[in-house]
């Protein structure tokens, strides 16, 4: 029996990772292998320095890596993609994976993280992606991006305040948000309207490939 599909015999299933679910395959395509080596880092010295909690591993995949390359279907090649808070590169370096095209920077205030994003980037060898260790409010005039992404940062009305001076005109905000979405945006609605967004559209991303599905706000610059 091949040892990587026993469940005594993996090393991986023995330290308690989620194996790889198959939608993995279909949603990276032939760059699979750079998300496995992503899941390793993560799995690794991810834990090792304090970037994932380890009782991420069981949920490595499905509620990590997967939930946020989901969003790649939102993002166009012409993209520049602000990746705001990306800690252990997420949303950012499963985008960067998914969308080699698109152009991706990790924008992290934490000189340890960004060490451990640049390390991973490096290995990874991924073209697409800048490291700029910054507060994000420091950057307005120093970067424009026409898409920030933002998972677990803050709430919506802050990533409003932060993350529209970086967006060009008719630059989205697309931001991961759980359940408590709508009390989010009903938190908002000020923040919306002082900043001139449209009306955030409520994205249901990856319901057939994820147990549970991916929501993402998207509020566009007028
Ligand atoms: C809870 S972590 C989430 C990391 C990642 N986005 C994820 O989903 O796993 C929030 C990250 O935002 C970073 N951060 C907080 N405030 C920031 C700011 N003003 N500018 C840039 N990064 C910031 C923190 O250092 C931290 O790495």
């Known amino acids: 029996m091949d040892s990587t599909h026993s469940p005594t015999g993996n090393p991986r299933e023995r330290a308690g990772i989620e194996s790889e679910p198959e939608a993995a395959a279909e949603i990276f395509g032939a760059r699979i292998d750079l998300a496995r080596r992503f899941a390793d880092h993560l799995a690794t010295t991810g834990v090792e320095w304090g970037l994932l909690g380890p009782r991420e591993l069981p949920r490595l995949w499905s509620r990590h890596i997967l939930n946020c390359a989901v969003m790649a279907e939102l993002l166009e090649d012409t993209d520049v993609v602000g990746d705001i808070g990306s800690g252990a590169g997420l949303p950012g370096i499963p985008l960067a994976i998914a969308r080699p095209k698109t152009r991706l920077v990790l924008v992290e205030a ?56 970086v967006l060009g005109p008719d630059g989205r905000l697309l931001a991961i948000k759980g359940q408590s979405y709508e009390t989010e945006i009903k938190k908002a609605a000020k923040h919306i309207k002082r900043y001139r967004l449209s009306p955030p559209k409520v994205h249901t991303l990856g319901a057939e490939s994820l147990e549970i599905p991916t929501t993402v706000l998207e509020l566009r610059r007028r």
Not at 121 to 149: C, G, H, K, M, S
């Open 110 to 165: 934490m000189e340890r993280r960004v060490e451990w994003l640049q390390m991973v980037a490096a290995d990874l060898q991924l073209e697409n992606v800048r490291i700029v260790r910054a507060r994000v409010e420091e950057l307005v005039d120093a970067e424009i991006f026409t898409v920030a992404t933002a998972r677990a940062v803050k709430s919506l009305p802050v990533l409003i305040e932060w993350c529209t001076p």
